[in-house]
């Protein structure tokens, strides 16, 4: 399948005519994010990465709940459907999201389009219908490793340095509540984590949201202070894997100034 720049003329007069109470959401994307919501769920139709995908979304089954076994229950529910994308996500009237790639030609016509999404909404109600098993005994340990042990990983003095340079960036951008710069530090951080071998995606980190010590994903009272390089790196690893499935984890690692404290604490133990 072709990139694609804008959602075919097609593919959007199909899901009007199915879904004639959409609305657009135009500043999500090259040719929007057009939304229709149908009262206990939303559908969604946009282009992610060049592709055309219809996703469909529902309340959690549950209430409260905090960010990290929110992302373990996502996970959860992916391993119950693998061929589904699953992320709690914001921006759909309902946060926990299940999404498929509409495998049509571009050029295909309208009648096309139209079966194409009558058939995967099928399977996304299908996924979607997989809430609550996920959701079955969310507080036992797993998925992934003991909750109460943390595993080791080795860590290079210059990893440590590249960390520990951003620091005192992100001391200035939380000091001066300028947002938009504490997310191009992210990207920054994100970048090195990729690039100096950081982030390890070959093996699961999710069960590490369960350690007692990260609190459950309520990042500001997370006390890094007294952290190993090791437990500098599993956390970090653990938030990005665990964005995955709630994309709100990242950004309130930032808010909360989780990732600037683990600058801080690198560039401490770099200097050891």
């Known amino acids: 399948m072709s990139i694609l720049h804008h959602l075919p003329p097609a593919a959007l007069a199909a899901y009007t005519r199915l879904y004639p109470k959409e609305r657009s959401e135009g500043s999500h994307g090259a040719g ?27 309340d959690c089954p549950f209430g409260e709940i ?56 099928s399977r996304l109600e299908a996924a979607l219908d997989k809430q609550r098993d996920a959701a079955r005994g969310l507080s ?43 997310g191009l530090m992210e990207e920054r951080l994100h970048r090195r984590l990729r690039s100096f071998g950081i982030l390890k995606p070959e093996r699961s980190w999710i069960g590490c949201l369960r350690l007692d010590e990260l609190n459950s994903g309520f990042w500001s009272s997370v006390r890094v202070e007294q952290f190993s390089a090791s437990q500098l790196v599993v956390t970090l690893n653990t938030l990005y894997e665990g964005n995955r499935y709630n994309t709100t984890l990242v950004d309130q690692a930032c808010c909360e100034g989780l990732l600037g404290r683990i600058a801080a604490r690198s560039r401490q133990l770099a200097t050891q």
């Open 140 to 182: 036992d340990d797993g998925p992934g490793e003991d909750s109460r042990n943390w595993p080791e990983v080795a860590v290079t003095a210059e990893q440590l340095v590249v960390l520990g340079q951003l620091a005192d960036d992100f001391a200035k951008a939380q000091s001066n509540h300028d947002h938009h710069a504490i």
């Open 32 to 58: 929007g994010r057009y939304l229709a919501d149908l009262g206990h769920e939303t559908a969604a139709l946009e282009l992610q990465q060049g592709r055309v995908v219809l996703s469909l979304a529902r």
């Open 66 to 121: 905090s960010l990290a076994y929110l992302a373990i229950f996502v996970c959860r529910l992916a391993a119950l459907c693998p061929e589904v994308g699953v992320a709690y996500s914001p921006g759909y009237y309902h946060p926990i999201v299940a999404t498929l790639p509409l495998e049509v030609p571009a050029e295909a016509p309208e009648s096309a389009w139209s079966a194409a999404i009558q058939a995967t909404v």
